[in-house]
């Protein structure tokens, strides 16, 4: 077929966009923006799905699988160099059956493979270039490839003849190699035995050691560089003893240029280990998941800082990233115009146009000069202040060309935007961000549901993620309006979690539901990385659901799944800091307070303070002088109601 307009072609390399006419493949009848970003490669592309495996097997063909994601700067890359080339894609075509995954859509295909990349390479990373049997079990794995060869290395149109030359002279042995990769990563998915390990603060207090022994006391964070935000971290810090890395951390983040100091939001990591150059991509996950750290930051020391960053990160997804429907688009790329951070940096010439007179303050505090405190003379801008300046050039900025926006809208995301919107309301008294977590919630309520199924898109089913996100997400939007239908559906969400992806016989969860028989191996993900694991997010989930309820199943499931990962916990607990969490959840003895009423004073004094194993809810008891009155209990049991602000400020800090 051939493309009937330029939709085909958004997000698309330069290339891609001016070859508009050239004959599409078959990704220009998918949806995922990645996948339409490669409509108009030569490569002949298939979406992952039984024509592509039929093919493969009726021909004896071995797979190219090729995973990444439409903000990715290196799969833009080998796209220009190798999958844009004639002579590349002839060889592709030729030899192999070639598959695009995004990553975004398909988190289960991308965590095996990528498992298995790891595995056999060290490493990991986007794109994910993994050659499989027809049976779909690889057999080679690696990222990124040059299009000819680099130190010693094979360039990729060498490596697609060398692979197909091995497939055609020792088949049998790569289908061995296959088999054997594939049993380690069975093996590697399966959860160690528990045995009778105890549940206890013993993987906390490890925890903590392990994080400040890699900690940065001079710039924040952890390790060397690249620096990534991981807000799993920075929630575990929080609750046992480690805030003043946590606080540290955050600021440094938050006067740093991998904040965007004009239009506010997170860019993904900082290349550097100072959080100066960062790499330009900003991901939904990472702004709805660090407002939550900055919220905690802010209920903990009452700074203006944390709260600014809040707003400011906030505002940026309801203006640039918010569909008019009310859901939340996925990322905005490094690149604009085919170059990385070009809309973001600036020449201190360009700063002077702009500001005028004002500059040379501006310049001083934000770190602009005529070299560059980047390459070629631009500069990252990190710093604090200047409002007023910060406007005009964001202003200026505008009129610049915008990299490529993701408008995918992923269910499990956008659970973690509406927990972080709600708790921002919650703790600045914003009815706006209430207001833009509500209409995301209708959103994903309206468009998400599949005969009677949970969609992660319109076309991709729900994993556990998209059930856990998206409930905590109603939780806390109850906990901020208090309109019972998001309980209600938060406890629905839950029991079909329960029902589709809960392991009853070893405890834990399954990424998938067993229904899709392309997923090679249907693990119980437990990795807490740039997002929190599913089986994080359903045990926290379970866990407060049960203080509202008192549903015993709920209780136990969470408990049956701490269980289940506590001998990870005990050996490599920095591995699972947000299942950490809801360790420490459930040894706490959480505060459920009660209230008649919303009174704004009692609600207040419980938003202020930084109280991470509680629930809030409103329910009809017997009230104090006709007022509004709080109950503050511990296991359904209760203190004695009162409507004094400072007594209820008292009951909370026992």
């Known amino acids: 077929m051939r493309a009937q307009s330029k939709k085909f072609c958004v997000g698309a390399t330069l290339v891609a966009v001016l070859s508009c006419t050239a004959m599409a493949n078959r990704l220009a009848q998918e949806k995922s923006p990645y996948l339409l970003q490669h409509a108009h490669n030569p490569v002949d592309w298939y979406p992952w799905g039984e024509e592509a495996f039929a093919k493969a097997r009726q021909e004896n063909e071995p797979i190219f699988l090729s995973i990444g994601y439409s903000t990715c700067h290196w799969c833009h890359v080998m796209e220009r160099e190798s999958f844009e080339d004639e002579d590349i894609a002839a060889v592709m075509n030729k030899y192999f059956v070639c598959i695009k995954v995004d990553r975004e859509e398909r988190p289960d295909i991308d965590h095996i493979y990528m498992t298995a990349v790891q595995a056999t390479t060290g490493s990991g990373g986007w794109p994910m270039s993994v050659f499989l049997t027809p049976d779909l079990k690889p057999f080679y794995c690696g990222t990124y490839f040059p299009p000819e060869s680099k130190y010693g290395r094979p360039g990729f149109k060498e490596l697609l003849q060398r692979v197909h030359d091995v497939w055609e002279s020792n088949h049998d042995g790569v289908v061995a190699q296959a088999k054997q990769i594939t049993e380690a990563l069975a093996q590697h998915s399966s959860l160690p035995s528990a045995g009778d390990a105890k549940l206890n603060v013993a993987p906390l207090k490890l925890g903590l ?286 029991d079909a979690m329960l029902k589709s992806f809960y392991d009853s016989k070893d405890g834990g969860f399954f990424q998938t539901d067993g229904r899709d028989a392309s997923v090679l191996i249907r693990s119980k993900e437990d990795y807490d990385g740039a997002e929190p694991s599913g089986n994080s997010m359903a045990t926290l989930l379970l866990l407060r659901l049960a203080q509202f309820a008192d549903r015993d199943e709920y209780r136990t499931a969470a408990e049956k799944t701490l269980a289940a990962f506590a001998t990870h916990m005990q050996r490599a607990p920095h591995v699972v800091p947000q299942m950490l969490c809801a360790l420490d959840f459930y040894l706490s003895t959480p505060k459920q307070i009660v209230l008649t009423g919303p009174d704004p004073a009692l609600l207040r004094v419980i938003r202020d303070r930084y109280l991470p194993n509680k629930i809030v809810m409103i329910e009809s008891r017997p009230t104090i002088g006709g007022k509004p009155t709080a109950y503050v209990c511990e296991n359904f049991v209760c203190r004695l109601p009162t409507n004094d602000v400072e007594a209820v400020q008292k009951l909370l800090e026992r």
């Not at 799993?232 to 965007?260: I, P, S, Y």
């Not at 959080?275 to 939550?292: G, I, N, P, R, T």
């Open 209 to 494: 050691e392990q994080f400040r022994a890699s900690y940065d006391s001079e710039h924040g964070g952890f390790g060397g560089a690249p620096k990534f935000p991981r807000p799993v971290v920075l929630n575990f810090l929080f609750r046992v003893g480690g805030k003043d890395m946590a606080l540290f951390t955050l600021r440094k983040m938050g006067e740093g240029g991998v904040f965007d100091q004009l239009g506010g939001g997170f860019h993904r990591y900082s290349v550097d280990e100072r959080w100066l150059v960062s790499h330009f991509e900003k991901m939904l996950y990472d702004q709805a998941q660090l407002v939550c750290s900055y919220i905690d930051a802010y209920q903990i020391t009452r700074e203006p800082f944390y709260a600014d960053i809040v707003r400011r990160a906030c505002d940026y997804v309801l203006r640039d990233m918010t569909n008019p429907d009310g859901g939340f688009y996925s990322a905005e790329d490094a690149d604009s115009e085919g170059v990385e951070g070009k809309f973001y940096v600036w020449t201190r010439k360009e700063v002077e146009q702009v500001l005028g007179d004002k500059a040379e303050t501006f310049c001083r505090a934000y770190d602009v000069d005529t070299p560059g405190n980047w390459e070629h003379g631009l500069n990252v801008l990190h710093g604090t202040g200047f409002p007023e300046e910060r406007a005009e050039l964001f202003a200026a900025r505008e009129k610049r060309v915008r990299p490529h926006r993701d408008e995918k809208i992923l269910t499990a995301w956008n659970g973690l935007m509406i927990s972080a919107l709600a708790r921002a309301s919650q703790a600045l008294d914003e009815p706006r961000y209430a207001a833009a977590a509500r209409k995301s919630a209708q959103f994903i309520l309206k468009n998400r549901f599949k005969d009677g199924k949970l969609m992660r898109t319109d076309t991709v089913p729900a994993m556990v993620e998209d059930y856990a996100f998206f409930a905590n997400g109603l939780v806390d939007l109850y906990e901020t309006d208090f309109d019972s239908q998001w309980l209600k559906k938060a406890g629905e969400l839950s």
